[in-house]
């Protein structure tokens, strides 16, 4: 694997998530790789996670799905940031966008992983407009961000994840343009998630998923098979380069060398 550096500095790599325990399900796998890369990683939950519960109070329960948000973070050592909203509270509107830029401006990242743009879940979706709004303007002094951060004219490559489910709002499969083997983080992964008590009680009321932890192992397990060589896999589409960054920039690839693999036949699909 290539070195992550970029410049006098460690490349850096931020993950965000609507919930707490989204990055877990989707997105841990690259993160625990970019991170034993050299890669300097951050988690970011938009929302509090105040809705998963059946039996806490408001209070309580983003108390503890903040504390447990922490110990998962802990684990990687990835600096992690704040929620801004409530859950269901993640809307695509000025106020919000201004206050998620300026998170963007102070991290500068190098590589962005974001949410599907497609997926069953508007807070999802909106949490996926949000950033490539917000690493839209990442260098326009005219944008005024809350509180006031300075542009930052770094180029950026955004990465989306596959939705839970593998499936957008209509059913349909969603399929990737990179694979990232996550075999060999794939333990830790699964410690990460294990972090989020709360949501594995709530889930099991709400949804009848008992088997939190091993839904996630099931589902890398189905991307693994997607990609056509890996056992366990992460998959992820590349945002367009317009406005982000050079066209051929790749920094997932160049960092995780031959663990991350390009389905030819996505890319060709592409025009």
């Known amino acids: 694997m290539a070195k992550a550096t970029g410049n006098d500095r460690a490349l850096t790599a931020l993950a965000v ?18 991170r034993r890369a050299g890669a300097a990683i951050h988690m970011w939950n938009l929302a509090t996670g105040n809705c998963g519960t059946a039996t806490h109070s408001r209070r309580e329960v983003i108390r503890l799905r903040r504390g447990e948000a922490r110990d998962s973070a802990k684990l990687i050592g990835a600096t992690l940031h704040p929620p801004l909203v409530d859950d269901l509270m ?6 919000l966008t201004a206050r998620v830029a300026a998170v963007v401006r102070e991290v500068k990242p190098d590589i962005l ?17 949000l950033l490539v709004t917000a690493a839209f303007v990442r260098g326009m002094s005219g944008f005024v961000t809350r509180p006031p951060v300075a542009p930052w004219g770094g180029e950026v490559v955004l990465y989306h994840a596959l939705p839970y489910g593998l499936r957008d709002g209509l059913r349909r499969l969603v399929r990737s343009g990179h694979y990232v083997n996550i075999a060999s983080a794939l333990s830790l992964k699964r410690r990460m998630l294990a ?6 009680e709530w889930l099991d009321v709400s949804q009848g998923m008992d088997a939190y932890l091993n839904a996630m192992v099931d589902m890398s397990r189905q991307v693994g098979r997607l990609s056509g060589r890996f056992p366990y896999a992460e998959g992820w589409r590349r945002h367009s380069h317009l406005g982000f960054c050079d066209g051929k920039a790749d920094p997932l690839r160049g960092l995780l060398g031959p663990l991350c693999a390009i389905d030819r036949k996505y890319e060709k699909s592409l025009g």
Do not use: W
Request: proline share 9%; hydrophobic share 30%; charged share 20%.
């Open 113 to 129: 992983l974001v949410p599907s743009p497609q997926d069953y879940m508007e807070d999802h979706q909106n949490t996926c407009r």
């Open 17 to 34: 998530g609507a919930h707490p325990d989204d990055i877990e399900f989707m997105m841990a796998g690259t993160l625990i790789l970019l």
């Open 90 to 95: 993640i809307y695509y509107n000025p106020s």
């Open 195 to 200: 972090q989020h008590r709360t949501q594995k």
